[in-house]
């Protein structure tokens, strides 16, 4: 799985097919509607940890859907059952994260050069 943190994106292999997903500011506005809370509520959840499965489809399923692929629920909750519980919580954190952190790693970037 590679990432792409300057435009939010990460390569991930779901169901022997490789797609990328997007964590940019529409991701993370549908993210937030479908869950009913703020971005960053969602990541403390992964910090306590006290995300629920349905989250981590929601997440997983939103990211790919922005990154242009048509990829329906059925198939995300295959890849889940697949790669199992702990490494999709994973990948669904590592989304979140890359989400936040976009504009942070953009300036770091503009700085060090």
């Known amino acids: ?3 792409n943190t300057r ?6 292999q779901i169901n022997n097919k490789q797609y990328t997903a997007k964590m940019v500011v529409d991701t993370i ?3 937030e509607d479908s869950l ?5 509520g969602v990541a403390k959840k992964f910090e306590l940890p006290d995300i629920k499965i349905n989250e981590v489809m ?4 939103q990211a790919v859907r922005s990154g242009g ?10 890849h889940i059952s697949d790669v199992g519980i702990v490494e999709a919580t994973k990948t669904a954190g590592e989304l979140i994260m890359l989400g936040l952190n976009v ?6 970037k503009k700085s060090e050069a």
Request: hydrophobic share 40%.
């Open 1 to 3: 799985m590679s990432q």
């Open 58 to 61: 929601i997440i997983l399923y």
């Open 103 to 108: 504009e942070g790693v953009g300036n770091q």
């Open 36 to 40: 009913g809370g703020s971005i960053f």
């Open 29 to 31: 506005m549908r993210i």
């Open 69 to 78: 692929h048509d990829i329906t629920e059925k198939e995300i909750k295959a």
């Open 7 to 12: 435009r939010a994106e990460k390569s991930l």
